[in-house]
């Protein structure tokens, strides 16, 4: 007997984004690429403006600029497994 509801199956359009990866020593870099972060003062810490509301990125996260010009931070390994490099 089939179930009365099966899922669809979706795939992710491809889309081009920039991102810059926090390292701790970049504040002024990343100043410059995201005008919707900023730091409070917290070593290793920087803050991001988001959509959802602010979020704290971690050294080793990448900040993303999304399709819109939003901005939001991405664990390095959920985006080494979600994004390659454009060349």
Do not use: H
């Amino acid at each position: 007997m089939m179930p009365k509801f099966m899922p669809k199956f979706y795939r992710k359009k491809p889309v081009v984004i920039q991102a810059k990866q926090w390292t701790g020593d970049n504040l002024t870099e990343m100043l410059g690429f995201c005008e919707r972060c900023f730091s409070k003062g917290e070593v290793n810490n920087l803050v991001v403006v988001t959509l959802e509301g602010d979020m704290t990125a971690t050294v080793g996260d990448y900040i993303i600029r999304g399709v819109k010009g939003e901005f939001y931070p991405c664990r390095e390994d959920i985006f080494k497994l979600t994004y390659e490099t454009v060349v």
